[in-house]
T-cell receptor, first 113, second 117 residues
Framework: GNSVTQMEGPVTLSEEAFLTINCTYT??????LFWYVQYPGEGLQLLLK?????DKGSNKGFEATYRKETTSFHLEKGSVQVSDSAVYFC????????????FGQGTTLQVKP | GAVVSQHPSRVICKSGTSVKIECRSL??????MFWYRQFPKQSLMLMAT?????????EQGVEKDKFLINHASLTLSTLTVTSAHPEDSSFYIC?????????????FGSGTRLTVV
């Protein structure tokens, strides 16, 4: 079946450090891939997305490239800030066109000053 | 941009009562709405998918008689937790899928923290 696997957290970094959160997926067909961010007590906000192989999504200094050959969509940021502390979810859209999003388990990022 | 309004943001209710949560798409028509449940420090669990004017499709293990979903219009879906019990306490999030900016996207509400006492 379709699934998303993220690296376990929490990830703790110092401010200005480089961030990588790994995400791999299993899917039949050609899903779109997403990264969402959730701040404490809030809903999810779309961070970036990619709809086909080799696409790179980017937003607010975050980037992720849709790698079909490695079935991955790793999230990166060159220099994190304290305000980036949140939970990050990788997700894919159900290739069966049900419209469902399938989420990874989430990775908590803590950035210390 | 696309906005989804979900309310209430927090609700405390007594065991045995029912609670209604609303999810509205403010500036686009939501062809499909999704309801999720999130336990502390866990991922989102899809409860059901609803399309305007038709019955919701529930995920396996979700009690349709306990979690009533209505999607009466292209901008409004409601989730009613009937005869709530403490184990129903959770964070509920809706998501609307619709055509925004020329492509289909998903927009999430800000969530509802339900506490059943």
């Amino acid at each position: 079946g379709n699934s998303v696997t993220q690296m376990e957290g929490p990830v703790t970094l110092s401010e200005e450090a480089f961030l990588t959160i790994n995400c791999t997926y299993t899917a039949t067909g050609y899903p779109s891939l997403f990264w969402y961010v959730q701040y404490p007590g809030e809903g999810l906000q779309l961070l970036l997305k990619a709809t086909k192989a080799d696409d790179k999504g980017s937003n607010k200094g975050f980037e992720a490239t849709y790698r079909k050959e490695t079935t991955s969509f790793h999230l990166e940021k060159g220099s994190v800030q304290v305000s980036d502390s949140a939970v990050y979810f990788c997700a894919l859209s159900d290739p069966g066109n049900t419209g469902k999003l399938i989420f990874g388990q989430g990775t908590t990022l803590q950035v210390k000053p | 941009g696309a906005v989804v309004s979900q309310h209430p943001s927090r609700v405390i209710c007594k065991s045995g009562t029912s609670v209604k949560i609303e999810c509205r798409s403010l500036d686009f028509q939501a062809t499909t709405m999704f309801w999720y449940r999130q336990f502390p420090k866990q991922s989102l669990m899809l409860m059901a998918t609803s399309n305007e004017g038709s019955k919701a499709t529930y995920e396996q293990g979700v009690e349709k008689d306990k979690f009533l979903i209505n999607h009466a219009s292209l901008t409004l879906s409601t989730l009613t937790v009937t005869s709530a019990h403490p184990e129903d306490s959770s964070f509920y999030i809706c998501s609307a899928r619709g055509l925004t900016g020329g492509s289909y996207g998903y927009t999430f509400g800000s969530g509802t923290r339900l506490t059943v006492v």
